[in-house]
């Protein structure tokens, strides 16, 4: 059986949740924090040997005053990320545990994930090498320029908004780390596409929504009340106790 870490990049300022108090990731839902919906799913697995939270140096105090039980009963790994994406990952992969196999970075901020596609998506990966979820775009894409003018509708075909996890052979990420010199990529699968390494897509759900603002939020809480509950993983970790998780 192969071996996954799992890192969950959520070192981002949430600019347009619009909350005071807290960043998207650690926002309550349904008597959880975000991050923790979604590192649930993984920790639940027997092929994920180390999960990997990645955030803001700045919300390392904060963080440690309300999670700190959560991090050391769940065996979490925290790093602190750095300026962009790019960067947290990067920091993320120095801390990886060398017998793992595959490196899935998946969003903290999307909370409504399932183990059957976790599960699908890690076999892609060990096809391939590398895979991710998307969906393929069925709206009307528009270019627009200045003043909110439209320049150009553009074609949609073989157009997919990529989701996460995505999951890649160790090795591979890490060369593609190692050769980004500085790009600031928007999603992992970039800067492995970049080193001309084929990229498996798999098609994602509709459902596995990314948390940006306040409305995704209502959404996912009603998203997660028809999505299957995550299994308990046998190992007496309180992984399905809700007052575990608040």
């Known amino acids: 059986m192969s071996k996954f870490a ?12 619009k909350d005071k108090h807290y960043k998207k990731p650690f926002a309550t839902l349904d008597k959880r924090a975000v991050w923790l919906h979604s590192a649930e799913k993984f920790l639940n697995r027997d092929d994920v040997i180390q999960l990997i939270l990645v955030i803001a140096e700045d919300d390392r105090e904060s963080f440690e005053m309300k999670f700190a039980a959560n991090v050391a009963i769940l065996g979490i790994d925290v790093v602190d990320g750095g300026k962009e994406r790019s960067d947290s990952i990067e920091k993320a992969l120095a801390h990886v545990k060398p017998e793992a196999d595959f490196v899935a970075v998946h969003d903290a ?6 183990d059957e596609w976790i599960g699908t998506l890690f ?73 001309g390494h084929e990229v498996a897509v798999v098609e994602g759900s509709p459902l596995n929504r990314k948390i940006t603002n306040k409305q995704d939020l209502r959404l ?5 009340k028809v999505l299957p509950k995550p299994r308990t993983s046998g190992t007496g970790n309180p992984f399905a106790d809700d007052d575990f998780f608040r």
């Not at 799992?6 to 949740?17: E, H, T």
């Not at 901020?109 to 399932?114: L, M, N, S, T």
């Not at 528009?142 to 509708?153: A, P």
């Not at 996912?220 to 997660?224: D, E, F, G």
């Open 6 to 17: 799992v890192i969950m990049p959520a070192a981002g300022k949430s600019r347009r949740f």
């Open 109 to 114: 901020a999307r909370p409504c994930i399932v």
């Open 123 to 195: 076999e892609a990966a060990e096809k391939s090498g590398a895979a991710l979820f998307a969906l393929p775009v069925t709206a009307t894409l528009k270019r627009v320029g200045d003043q909110n003018i439209v320049k150009e509708t553009v074609d949609r075909q073989g157009l997919w908004e990529a989701q996460t996890p995505q999951v890649f052979r160790r090795e591979v990420l890490l060369e593609a780390y190692a050769r980004r010199n500085g790009c600031v990529a928007t999603d992992d699968a970039q800067l492995v596409e970049q080193i």
């Open 220 to 224: 996912a809480a009603q998203i997660l």
